[in-house]
């Protein structure tokens, strides 16, 4: 920075934040963008994350997928994916959690993460869980989870492929206080 310069403002969330659950079909491309803006996810995973969103607005309600999108002033800057898991009675799965880079760092994910919470508690949820991987690139995504709340339940050693295993977090949920 030069001399007599001002400091960069940090952008900060907007106070017009609004969270919806409805998808549109708008969403496929813009969560497309998102998962891939990330750098995180491999064109096979991107995919998936497309895939789950297609079910939804083709199945509505009837799809096992339910979808948290963030909008600031209409546009989603972030989303999450959860469903309860078949077989099960309390438990969910967090599919998917993504926020644009450009937001990445302010306080979005943590937001959606609880709102997704609060809304899998209050459908009767007590258990969530999160999945990802044990490789070094996701180390800021494990300690995001345990600054949640999560815990590390179970690591299963070279599950995606050699070296890179399935880390599986876990958060109990009550209606009353959420975790």
């Known amino acids: 920075m030069a001399e007599g310069e001002a400091p960069a403002a940090r952008r900060t969330l907007a106070a017009d934040l609004t969270f ?20 995180f996810f491999s064109a096979e995973e991107s995919a998936v994350a497309i895939e789950l969103l297609d079910d939804r607005l083709a199945r509505g309600e009837a799809s096992e997928y339910s979808f948290l999108f963030a909008e600031e002033g209409g546009r989603v800057l972030g989303y999450t994916c959860f469903g309860r898991i078949t077989l099960t009675r309390t438990s969910w799965d967090l599919y998917w959690i993504a926020v644009d ?66 880390v599986i977090f876990v958060k109990h949920l009550d209606a009353a206080g959420i975790g």
């Open 20 to 39: 919806r659950d409805q998808p549109r079909a708008a969403d496929l491309a813009r969560v497309r963008e998102i998962v891939e803006a990330t750098g």
């Open 101 to 166: 880079p450009s937001t990445q760092g302010l306080g979005l994910g943590k937001l959606l993460l609880a709102e997704s919470e609060r809304r899998v508690a209050l459908a009767g949820g007590e258990r969530l869980y999160a999945e990802t991987s044990s490789r070094p690139q996701y180390a800021p995504t494990r300690a995001f989870y345990e600054r949640s709340g999560y815990r590390a339940g179970a690591l299963l050693e070279d599950f995606y492929a050699p070296g890179d295993g399935k």
